[in-house]
């Protein structure tokens, strides 16, 4: 080929048939496709999982083992205070391992879900039963 002559279009034809009696199939023209674009990543379909939600959650498995009133039944649970402890001790843990990764709401949030069971926790051992 010389520069010249413009280049030819590359083209496929079908040449099967189904019987002798039908002519060749030729496909279609294919229109131009636009190249796939980058799709953002989906929403998370609860957007209320963050860290508050977690030391929430900690918090009222914490407090149901304490033996306050369970928030779903309202009926009190029973007390288990080595669960609660074992809670209360994650808490910290998250405390520790999340420093410096967490906003101010978060963090004022844990101390004050920290601080508030703590004391609950040395109050129920205080408690006889």
């Given amino acids: ?17 189904r019987s002798d009696d039908e002519p060749p199939r030729v496909a279609p023209p294919r229109e131009p496709t636009a190249p ?11 957007r209320e999982r ?11 498995s914490a407090l149901m083992a304490l033996g306050e009133a369970d928030p779903t039944t309202g009926q009190q649970s029973e007390r288990d ?3 609660a402890a074992e809670v209360i ?6 405390r520790e ?4 990764h967490r906003s101010a709401d978060e963090t004022e949030m844990l101390e004050e879900l920290l601080y508030d069971l703590q004391l609950r926790y ?3 051992t205080k408690r006889p039963g």
């Avoid at 080929?1 to 048939?17: G, L, Q």
């Avoid at 796939?36 to 609860?46: F, Q, S, T, V, W």
């Avoid at 001790?89 to 998250?94: E, F, H, N, S, W």
């Fill in 1 to 17: 080929m010389t520069p010249e002559e413009p280049e030819s279009a590359f083209k496929v034809t079908d040449r099967r048939r």
């Fill in 36 to 46: 796939p674009r980058a799709e953002a990543p989906p929403e998370p379909a609860d």
């Fill in 50 to 60: 963050n860290l508050v939600g977690l030391f929430m959650m900690l918090g009222n």
């Fill in 81 to 83: 205070l080595p669960m």
């Fill in 89 to 94: 001790d994650v808490l910290t843990l998250l």
């Fill in 97 to 100: 391992k999340t420093e410096g």
């Fill in 122 to 124: 040395v109050d129920a």
